[in-house]
């Protein structure tokens, strides 16, 4: 009896895990989704209006304009792409919008789910020029696209509760033979297996997650018709004024350390974004002769 109960747990859950697992766009690679991507965007919409009221917001200028012009023709690049793979339903609910906000000190630039893009004007003197945003842009809108944050959030929520099925099972069992050492047995078994779940599933997801991003935003670039090895070129920038930077880093350099693998494998994602690169400018010189 109890058996089948604990078959059919095994059974709904896996049932649960194969609804809830999705294709990431471009890269095909499963990512788990829990939460239904409509209630990221409401939240995120809300946070980005909420931060919107108390922002020192850029309207005009040519800075202004550059973030528009990068942010929507990345846009532009993503809707063609997801039209093209018939994937554009993934694209429901999203409500782009790019937004500088007037901040020198602080060098970061984020893309929310929904597509709700913010520049710092602090970020613009480490991305130089439009292409070296476009990088920035590329790398954000795919953690977006890819909605990596659903993904980790999925992830902590599948986690605690096997965390907590796993603590009930091993308190269930410490209780019924009162041994206080199996109490403790059991409570580092649960605790063990949470700290295992954060660095053997949490912390390499955000690096994969970190990966997939450099990747989809380099073919974004191209496809937008930005050149991807100015990607490559500011993440090396990233490495060399990491190593020479006094004093905390800069807040994107932070969450986005570059090293010698982020660096080799853009380089080996040149090889393929650079025919795409190529192609459109190939037809926009035949439009324009
Ligand atoms: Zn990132």
Redesign the pocket.
């Known amino acids: 009896m109890k058996k089948n109960w604990l078959a059919g747990c095994v059974l709904g859950l896996c049932s649960v895990l194969l609804i809830a697992c999705q294709s990431v766009p471009l890269t095909g690679r499963s990512r788990l989704m829990l939460i239904p991507s409509s209630q990221s965007m409401a939240a995120s919409a809300q946070a980005y209006d909420k931060f919107l009221q108390t922002a020192d917001v850029i309207d005009g200028g040519k800075e202004a304009e550059m973030v528009r012009r990068v942010g929507s023709r990345i846009q532009q690049a993503v809707e063609t792409y997801m039209a093209a793979n018939q994937l554009s339903q993934q694209l429901n609910g999203y409500d782009w919008q790019y937004t500088l906000v007037d901040d020198d000190k602080t060098a970061n630039a984020f893309c929310m789910p929904g597509g709700k893009i913010v520049v710092y004007t602090g970020m613009l003197s480490i991305t130089r020029d439009e292409e070296g945003l476009a990088a920035v842009l590329g790398?954000?809108v795919a953690?977006a696209i890819a909605q990596h944050s659903g993904e980790r959030s999925s992830q902590k929520l599948l986690l605690s509760a096997a965390t907590a099925a796993l603590s009930a099972t091993a308190a269930g069992t410490a209780t019924r033979n009162a041994s206080a050492a199996d109490q403790a047995k059991a409570k580092l078994l649960a605790a063990g297996f949470g700290a295992a779940a954060t660095y053997g599933v949490l912390l390499p997801y955000s690096r994969l997650?970190?990966s997939e991003?450099d990747r989809m935003g380099m073919y974004f670039m191209a496809m937008a018709g930005y050149n991807p090895e100015k990607a490559v070129a500011l993440w090396s920038r990233f490495k060399t004024e990491a190593h020479q930077g006094k004093g905390a880093p800069p807040e994107f350099f932070s969450?986005?350390p570059s090293d010698d693998t982020r660096i080799a494998q853009n380089q080996a994602t040149l090889t393929e974004v650079m025919p795409i690169y190529r192609a459109y400018h190939a037809e926009k010189a035949v439009e324009k002769p």
């Open positions: 790398h954000e953690h997650h970190e991003a969450t986005h």
